[in-house]
């Protein structure tokens, strides 16, 4: 097996700090992408209150255009993050800090793009049920603990619920369709 699948799957009951981790970051991406951002959206099991996580926080990152995309790939290349690229060949480009479950995920992205929306409509349905939240941190924490830290087995295993939920988060009457979008970058007048 390759050395990555030996990386330790660590989840956590939810820590009520993550919502403050995430807004740091953002500030943070707001510097190092500044101009360039149209959105920035907690997304990823941390941003659900109450959900068990991995430690990092996933962010995604919506700019202006598809066109600043290179651009954005520089600017967080050289502040230090890992580049790991459009892995999915499905628009999101993707970086780290930290290390395996520790640290930071950044998508880049450009408006519109479907994995983006898809997550969002997860993350809120996930927000708006309880139910669902605790049977997907279930799911999370018995698959980390079965895994013998294969990645592959905890993602892939993971699936099937997500896809579920996507689509009850685009067709329950509590969304009505509608994400709830993250924050932008604030500006100075």
């Known amino acids: 097996m390759p050395l990555a699948k030996y990386k330790a799957i660590v989840v956590l009951g939810y820590d009520p700090a993550w919502p403050t981790q995430f807004e740091e970051i953002k500030d943070k991406l707001c510097r190092l992408l500044d101009g360039m951002v149209a959105d920035i959206a907690h997304i990823g099991s941390t ?8 430690p990092k926080i996933d962010v995604d990152v919506v700019l ?8 954005g790939v520089e600017r967080l290349k050289l ?20 290390r395996s ?32 939240s605790a049977t997907y941190g279930e799911l999370k924490q018995r698959l980390a603990s079965e895994t013998d830290n294969d990645w592959d087995h905890y993602t892939g295993n993971k699936g099937s619920f997500c896809s579920l939920h996507r689509k009850k988060g685009r067709l329950t009457p509590h969304s009505s369709g509608q994400i709830t979008q ?8």
């Not at 479950?101 to 929306?117: D, I, K, M, N, W």
């Open 47 to 54: 941003s659900v209150p109450g959900l068990c996580a991995k």
């Open 64 to 71: 202006e255009s598809e066109e600043l995309i290179p651009q």
């Open 79 to 98: 502040a230090g993050y890992t580049y790991h690229g459009n892995k999915y060949n499905d628009g999101m480009w993707a970086f780290t800090t930290g």
């Open 101 to 132: 479950s520790f640290g930071e995920r950044v998508y880049l992205c450009a408006p519109g793009t479907p994995t983006h929306q898809k997550r969002l409509f997860f993350r809120d349905h996930l927000r708006a049920n309880p139910e669902d």
């Open 182 to 189: 993250g924050s932008h970058c604030s500006r100075d007048p």
